[in-house]
């Protein structure tokens, strides 16, 4: 449930949760099924920043590390094959934060100023010890298409940045922190803060 409020002061609005992880061990799994991701190391840079972030805020305090899912993508021959699930339970995890990639955008040429990067994603968390009630798996949101979690960058951040793996860097730190506040309370910073209403 989502809750927004300003303190007696007026000078912070928080916001909940919109879901607590459990504290065992919790897969972090950045699927691009459609590879979307063109440059290979943005994978790797969301799967480190997510999970930092998640440790560091506490919304999460055990990471089934990469190797794990890398072991598993080697010796399984059918791993492609397998659910988000069964991936999580072969890897010891007792839920899968499903981040599945929409879209991505890391170039150098800038084609739009106020859009010249983007990183789209789809986020869910699936129980991977649930095998008898197909229908329990997904524990969050109720919707199947999942939660839409965005980053971009302008023009002139991109410029800033100067090269495709910056660009990637860049934009992987801000989804990031998007996705790991979907798991923890925080305040909004006051750029962030929707305008006041006027009488």
Excluded at 42 to 52: F, G, H, K
């Amino acid at each position: 449930m989502l809750f927004v409020g300003v303190s007696a002061c007026g000078c912070s609005t928080k916001v909940d949760a919109q879901f607590r992880l459990t504290q065992g061990p919790v897969m972090v799994f950045v699927d691009d099924v459609h590879e979307r991701i063109d440059w290979p190391a943005a994978r790797r840079y969301l799967w480190d920043d997510v999970t930092q972030e998640l440790l560091r805020t506490g919304s999460a305090t055990r990471i089934v590390p990469l190797a794990t899912e890398d072991s598993l993508r080697q010796t399984l021959p059918d791993f492609s094959k397998k659910s988000c699930r069964e991936i999580g339970e072969l890897a010891g995890a007792q839920q899968v934060l499903w981040i599945e990639v929409r879209s991505f955008l890391a170039d150098e040429m800038i084609v739009d100023a106020s859009n010249a990067a983007h990183f789209a994603v789809t986020v869910k968390v699936v129980d991977a010890g649930q095998k008898q009630d197909r229908r329990r798996v997904r524990v969050w949101p109720e919707t199947p298409e999942g939660r839409h979690v965005s980053a971009s960058m302008t023009g002139a951040a991109v410029a800033s940045a100067k090269n495709k793996d910056a660009i990637a860097r860049e934009l992987t730190a801000k989804l990031a922190v998007q996705i790991a506040r979907l798991f923890h309370d925080h305040t909004l910073e006051d750029f962030e803060k929707p305008p006041e209403s006027t009488p």
